[in-house]
């Protein structure tokens, strides 16, 4: 489970986010296994991330949201309409400095 963040982190991490593209898009299918495995490479590679949701319902595009942050072990930093902001510290080269908690 990805460690939980503070509000100064996410604060920093949404100002960070503002100008991003989305580099994922979930469709109608939902959450597979496939995009599951796209998440954790981009997220892996760039630490933060936005994913476009494209779902009509409300309750469906949060649940899928949630579902991607549990199986992408990644925190859920913003949700604004379809947009979401992931992040996740990489194991390997991290790139993103938080501030303290």
Do not use: F
């Not at 503070?6 to 109608?28: C, E, F, M, T, W």
């Amino acid at each position: 489970m990805a460690a939980a963040l503070s509000n100064p982190q996410k604060r920093y991490l949404r100002g960070l986010a503002h100008d991003l593209k989305p580099v994922i898009l979930v469709g109608a299918k939902g959450i597979t296994d496939s995009l599951v495995a796209e998440t954790g490479l981009a997220i892996e590679r760039h630490e933060l991330i936005k994913v476009h949701v494209a779902a009509g319902d409300r309750e469906l595009r949060d649940e899928w949201i949630a579902e991607l942050c549990t199986r992408a072990d990644a925190a859920l930093v913003a949700r604004i309409g379809n947009m979401a902001v992931l992040y996740r510290r990489s194991q390997d080269n991290p790139l993103i400095v938080l501030p303290k908690a």
